[in-house]
């Protein structure tokens, strides 16, 4: 019986992390974070931003981003841009997903609904920031990845639904933000109708040239709307019937 465990027992020890793959884990874990603050530096001549609010890079820090990457790319999981996941898709690059989450300005007890799961990196960011995340993604199978990977690494105050994210969800609305992760041809009404007065908007839009912005929407506690952009991106297209 001794003789049939080893060979298993070997390949189970083989795959545990090692002191030194943790160490080069955390060693780019934390290269991640000054690649960011040195970007927010660069760009702020577009965003008005020098730096993130210290509890926006407290949960940048604190979210295992390998372990929303496809096992390939793990290895590159905290490189300051974006890497391919499943059917097409791409998890943002860092400095965007905390730059996108530092303009909502999240409270503890917000509701946030994001549009656009992907990998769910951004809804897990978002987790140690808010009381709830609702988050819808087009592509089934990605919720269903999403959903199961967040519940594995115990984001338990985050929902996952497959779905079309131009309507919203409204069962759980008015939300304090909303926040879309893929590039719309324009500003979709349902999401500006789902926000609380007071409530935000980040959002990229098509511009001309084939080029995108990245706006921030403000709905104020009268009604009224404003709107600016924050920077030039490139994201996947949102998608759907609208």
Not at 159 to 167: E, K, N, Q, T
Request: proline share 8%; no cysteine; hydrophobic share 45%.
């Amino acid at each position: 019986m001794m003789t049939a465990l080893l060979p298993i027992l070997a390949a189970i020890l083989l795959t545990q992390p090692t002191p030194t793959m943790a160490q080069d884990t955390q060693q780019a874990h934390q290269d991640m974070l000054r690649a960011i603050e040195q970007s927010v530096r660069d760009s702020a001549h577009y965003t008005g931003r020098e730096a993130l609010s210290e509890r926006v890079m407290e949960a940048m820090a604190t979210v295992p981003r390998e372990q929303f990457v496809p096992a390939a790319h793990r290895a590159q999981a905290y490189q300051n841009r974006p890497l391919p996941i499943a059917a097409g898709q791409t998890i943002s690059q860092p400095l965007i997903v905390a730059l996108m989450t530092d303009l909502l300005e999240p409270e503890p007890g917000d509701v946030i609904l994001e549009v656009g799961t992907g990998s769910g990196y951004q809804a897990a960011v978002l987790s140690g920031l808010v009381q709830q995340v609702y988050s819808v993604e087009i592509v089934e199978e990605l919720a269903q990845s999403a959903a199961a990977t967040l519940d594995r690494l115990g984001y338990d105050n985050v929902s996952v639904r497959a779905g079309d994210g131009y309507a919203g969800w409204p069962e759980h609305a008015p939300f304090d933000g909303v926040i879309v992760t893929a590039a719309a041809p324009h500003i979709p009404q349902p999401l500006l109708d789902q926000l609380k007065p007071g409530g935000k908007l980040v959002i990229p839009v098509d511009a001309e040239h084939g080029a995108q912005d990245l706006l921030l929407v403000h709905v104020g506690e009268d009604g009224n709307i404003a709107q600016r952009s924050v920077l030039p991106v490139r994201f996947v297209p949102l998608t759907g019937e609208r």
